[in-house]
Nanobody, 124 residues
Framework: QLQLVESGGGLVQPGGSLRLSCVAS????????IGWFRQAPGKEREGVSC????????NYADAVKGRFTISRDNAKKTVYLQMNSLIPEDTGLYYC?????????????????WGKGTLVTVSS
């Protein structure tokens, strides 16, 4: 069964950090670009960060640039999202998603597989 499973969410105070993980099973992650998305209550889902199949190219939404870092370990079939200097506006359900691509670039469209999400709450 092909699936992505996110973990690492939780409650954190403003200014704190969390590291999210996205683990793939049932397929080889080497051929896939990965995107992280989030959906805040009452808002549409938005792309947060993405990484190409090799890890050589990344992209970030303006709202998280300089605070979030995406990385991947294909041998472990895992993609990480390190989130620092968290603010209440970062609160939401965070999803990872994958699409097959060997491009040197990544984006947030055309996803083939989605995880079920992990909840991040930034509050004092």
């Amino acid at each position: 069964q092909l699936q992505l499973v996110e973990s690492g969410g939780g409650l954190v105070q403003p200014g704190g950090s969390l590291r999210l993980s996205c683990v793939a099973s049932g397929f080889t992650l080497d051929y896939y670009a990965i995107g992280w998305f989030r959906q805040a209550p009452g808002k549409e889902r938005e792309g947060v960060s993405c990484i190409n199949y090799s890890g050589g190219s990344t992209n970030y939404a303006d709202a998280v640039k300089g605070r979030f870092t995406i990385s991947r370990d294909n041998a472990k079939k895992t993609v990480y999202l390190q989130m620092n200097s968290l603010i209440p506006e970062d609160t939401g359900l965070y999803y990872c998603a994958a699409y097959m691509s060997r491009s040197r670039y990544c984006g947030w469209g055309g996803m083939n597989y989605w995880g079920k999400g992990t909840l991040v709450t930034v509050s004092s």
